[in-house]
């Protein structure tokens, strides 16, 4: 009985041996089941829009040189395809998950699945929501981001009475409400003052006297000016807002636009009345289509989110859990249900001044990439 167990196990271990030199990479079992190994999975929200194909790009980059074996896919504006890009991971044997969700509450089905085979889940830039299947949140400051947008336009605006466009991010994501609260809390007083009127929402306007909103009351908000992050959903709410207001409400005017793809979207709109006499509009990403518009004055600013640094915390936080250690942390996140450990990096403006200090300089982006650049 010993002798045939011994055997068959040794047969196993050949067999699994096998599996692994044919496939090229090392092997695990679990649930008696043979996976080919991926330590670490990371999935992205999607493909379309330049932010997060820099990421790809950044993680490509910084994981170059690592041992350990990953891999990485796209949920293309879909939470049914992120859950089966995470179960496709996890049939591989993943002990990491690195996941930016596409919709934070929808995604928590999708860690729930993670976390029960045993897989150390971290949050990328988006914050899974009302879920305890996460285990860290590496991030951005997403409220300086918003707060910076605004005091760009406050820094820029004088007199009374000069017109406000506010638009949002997608209600689905959390960084919304952050960037949005960040915001808000800059440019409300100088709503109440008179210095800016918002001329694109009823519901803005009802809560204008108010600095602190609760999330109900920045859902209101946003539901009305929202983005959902997309390119074509900004240029037509844009174009709406511009057919209702009248040319007193526009001459000189003011955007809160909450993201680059969007601002770009929202600029070209403005720029086309011929009743918009200047504007001022923001932007966040330093997405190299918008450089080139700073550079051209098509669009104001952006706020620049190193993501080498986001990638290389994310890639960090990774490889202590592997190696059974706890990752450097810098605060938490509530997300509803629990308190996520965070780890927190700060953000640059960049507007036609520094445009080169900050991101060339830097060696972010290669001069020859822009036309115009001084
Ligand atoms: C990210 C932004 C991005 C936006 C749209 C947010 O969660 O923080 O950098 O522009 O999503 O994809």
Not at 1 to 18: D, E, H
Not at 77 to 89: I, Y
Not at 115 to 125: A, F, L, N, R, T
Not at 160 to 175: I, T
Request: with cysteine; glycine share 8%.
């Amino acid at each position: 009985m010993k002798k045939v167990g011994l055997k068959f196990v040794a047969m196993m271990i050949i067999g699994i041996m096998a599996v692994g030199m044919f496939t090229g990479c090392s092997t695990s079992t679990s649930g008696g089941k043979v996976k080919n190994a991926v330590d670490i999975g990371i999935v992205l929200p999607t493909k379309d829009e330049p932010r997060w194909v820099q990421d790809e790009t950044r993680f490509k980059n910084a994981l170059k040189d690592t041992d350990y074996s990953v891999e990485i896919l796209f949920s293309q504006g879909s939470s049914a395809k992120e859950k089966e890009n995470v179960d496709a991971l996890l049939a591989k044997g993943i002990k990491i998950l690195i996941i930016c969700p596409h919709d934070g509450n929808a995604a928590a089905a999708a860690v729930e699945a993670a976390k029960k085979e045993g897989v150390k889940v971290i949050s990328y830039d988006r914050l899974i929501t009302n879920t305890d299947a996460i285990d860290y949140y590496v991030t951005f400051d997403s409220v300086a981001v918003g707060k910076a947008q605004a005091q760009y336009l406050v820094d820029q605006v004088k007199g009374a009475g000069n017109p406000l466009y506010l638009y949002a991010g997608a209600a689905s994501d959390n960084n919304a409400f952050l960037f949005f609260e960040g915001a808000w809390s800059v440019l409300q007083p100088k709503i109440a003052d008179g210095t800016f009127v918002i001329k694109n929402s009823s519901e803005a306007l009802a809560l204008q006297e108010k600095l602190d909103l609760t999330r109900e009351e920045m859902s209101k908000i946003i539901s009305q000016v929202t983005t959902n992050w997309d390119f074509n959903d900004a240029k037509s709410k844009a174009e709406a807002h511009l057919t209702v207001a009248k040319a007193e409400d526009k001459g000189d005017v003011f955007i809160l636009a909450p993201n680059d793809g969007t601002a770009r979207s929202i600029a070209d709109v403005f720029k086309a009345d011929t009743d918009v006499t200047k504007y001022v509009i923001t932007g966040q990403d330093a997405e190299k289509a918008s450089i080139q518009y700073i550079i051209d004055g098509k669009q104001s600013m952006t706020v620049f989110k190193d993501v080498r640094t986001l990638v290389k915390d994310s890639i960090d936080m990774a490889i202590s859990l592997l190696q059974g250690t706890a990752p450097e942390t810098t605060g938490s996140y509530d997300n509803g249900k629990i308190d996520v450990k965070a780890k927190q990096t700060e953000v640059i403006v960049v507007h036609q001044q520094n445009v080169k200090e900050a991101l060339i300089d830097s060696g972010y982006y290669e001069a020859g990439e822009f036309t115009g650049l001084k």
